[in-house]
T-cell receptor, first 113, second 114 residues
Framework: GDSVTQMEGPVTLSEEAFLTINCTYTATGYPSLFWYVQYPGEGLQLLLKATKADDKGSNKGFEATYRKETTSFHLEKGSVQVSDSAVYFCALRTGQAGTALIFGKGTTLSVSS | DAGVIQSPRHEVTEMGQEVTLRCKPISGHDYLFWYRQTMMRGLELLIYFNNNVPIDDSGMPEDRFSAKMPNASFSTLKIQPSEPRDSAVYFC????????????FGNGTRLTVT
């Protein structure tokens, strides 16, 4: 079945460091891909999305490119801030899955000043 | 828009009691989802509705769990009787149809069963 695999955390970085969180997926059909962020005590917020191959989603300095050839959707940010500390979830949505989101297990990011 | 609204934010109850979680989706969204989040299992889809009709409830753990959507602006998730292993954060989400549409999540209900 469809699935999402994320790199295990936690990821610990200093402020202004470069961030990469790896995400790969398995899906039949043509999924849309999403990154969500969850701050402590809150729900999941959409960070960015890409709906077809080679699309780049971007928001708040974060970027991810839909790579069909490598079935990947890695999240990157050039310079992280303390306020970026959160849990990040990669997810896919396909018609095959009955339109529900399938999530990875999440990656905890901790940024220190 | 106020977003997806869930209540209560926190619920503490004793084993064996009935628990009802509530959700108001974003107006105009056709789909409503219930997810459960735990440290061990991550985010699990419990059930989802399309136009108030349950489409897939294969994620509902057992018969103790039930969900309803009596109209387009309200849904409930009920656990009866509750057990300690039901302790988790329960999220409701809603969306427009289509693979491209993101889900919008509420802030969740943190359930503790003692």
């Amino acid at each position: 079945g469809d699935s999402v695999t994320q790199m295990e955390g936690p990821v610990t970085l200093s402020e202004e460091a470069f961030l990469t969180i790896n995400c790969t997926y398995t899906a039949t059909g043509y999924p849309s891909l999403f990154w969500y962020v969850q701050y402590p005590g809150e729900g999941l917020q959409l960070l960015l999305k890409a709906t077809k191959a080679d699309d780049k989603g971007s928001n708040k300095g974060f970027e991810a490119t839909y790579r069909k050839e490598t079935t990947s959707f890695h999240l990157e940010k050039g310079s992280v801030q303390v306020s970026d500390s959160a849990v990040y979830f990669c997810a896919l949505r396909t018609g095959q899955a009955g339109t529900a989101l399938i999530f990875g297990k999440g990656t905890t990011l901790s940024v220190s000043s | 828009d106020a977003g997806v609204i869930q209540s209560p934010r926190h619920e503490v109850t004793e084993m064996g009691q009935e628990v009802t979680l509530r959700c108001k989706p974003i107006s105009g969204h056709d789909y409503l989802f219930w997810y459960r989040q735990t440290m061990m299992r991550g985010l699990e889809l419990l059930i989802y509705f399309n136009n108030n009709v349950p489409i897939d409830d294969s994620g509902m753990p057992e018969d103790r769990f039930s969900a309803k959507m009596p109209n387009a602006s309200f849904s409930t998730l009920k656990i009866q009787p509750s057990e300690p292993r039901d302790s988790a954060v329960y999220f409701c989400a809603s969306s427009f149809p289509g693979t491209n549409s993101p889900l919008h999540f509420g802030n969740g209900t943190r359930l503790t069963v003692t």
